[in-house]
């Protein structure tokens, strides 16, 4: 059974930094691409940040050299860096594994609340 388990949202101010979390099980890890997503309410799902099982990392424009995504093969976990935080930047966050059954079956984990506010 394919679990995601995403954490370390929170509220922080604007400038400040965050790295959240996302533990699978499950799932093949260290072949799969991970990918983190976010949504505002009233918004579509956004793709924020994407890692390949080779390490190569693709970036949302809006969150270049701002966000740091990577990956753990041995603790099967998949991490987002943020930092330079935006108000802009407040949603859920969730992780995923685009191209999956799973994924392409509509299924998501709880994500974890970030919001950038002074």
């Known amino acids: 059974q394919v679990q995601l388990v995403e954490s370390g949202g929170g509220l922080v101010q604007p400038g400040e930094s965050l790295r959240l979390s996302c533990a699978t099980s499950g799932i093949a890890f260290s072949i799969a691409t991970m990918a983190w997503y976010r949504q505002v309410p009233g918004k579509q799902r956004e793709l924020v940040a994407t890692?390949?099982?080779?390490?190569?990392?693709n970036y949302a424009d809006s969150v270049k050299g701002r966000f740091t995504i990577s990956r753990d093969n041995a603790q099967k976990t998949v991490y987002l860096q943020m930092i330079s935080l935006k108000p802009e930047d407040t949603a859920v966050y969730y992780c995923?594994?685009?191209?999956?059954?799973?994924?392409?079956?509509?299924?998501w984990g709880q994500g974890t609340q970030v919001t950038v506010s002074s």
């Open positions: 995923n594994v685009p191209g999956s059954s799973w994924y392409q079956s509509g299924n």
């Open positions: 890692v390949t099982s080779g390490g190569i990392t």
